[in-house]
């Protein structure tokens, strides 16, 4: 049922910014917040950004005050809007609903890839 479409990728130079979407139908009225994660080639995925039910938001340290994340609840779609970027920002990134047990998917979607040259 859970469908994980992320869009907004590209390809920008240090200092350039990105808005990435994503959409979940169903996220919403079924209570659930959404993340951001993103993976680097060679690392691990790594978390970057929350923003719960209730509008509650958070990030990871390495993006507070350049990155703000937000939804649009009729259209069940969750932004996360980039600034002042930096090659280290470069990444495929990945949306995954949270928040309660039902929330969670058992597969990622097929993410959008975020690359930053300086």
């Known amino acids: 049922q859970v469908q994980l479409v992320e869009s907004g990728g590209g390809s920008v130079q240090a200092g350039g910014s990105l808005r990435l979407s994503c959409t979940a139908p169903g996220f919403t009225s079924s209570m659930c917040g959404m993340d951001w994660y993103r993976q680097a080639a060679g690392k691990q995925r790594e978390w970057v950004s929350t923003?719960?039910?209730?509008?509650?938001?958070l990030y990871a340290d390495s993006v507070k005050g350049r990155f703000s994340i937000s939804k649009d609840k009729a259209n069940d779609t969750v932004y996360l809007q980039m600034l002042s970027l930096k090659p280290e920002d470069t990444a495929m990134y990945y949306c995954?609903?949270?928040?309660?047990?039902?929330?969670?998917?058992?597969?990622w979607g097929q993410g959008t890839q975020v690359t930053v040259s300086s």
């Open positions: 923003i719960r039910t209730g509008g509650t938001t």
């Open positions: 995954q609903p949270g928040g309660s047990s039902w929330c969670i998917a058992n597969y």
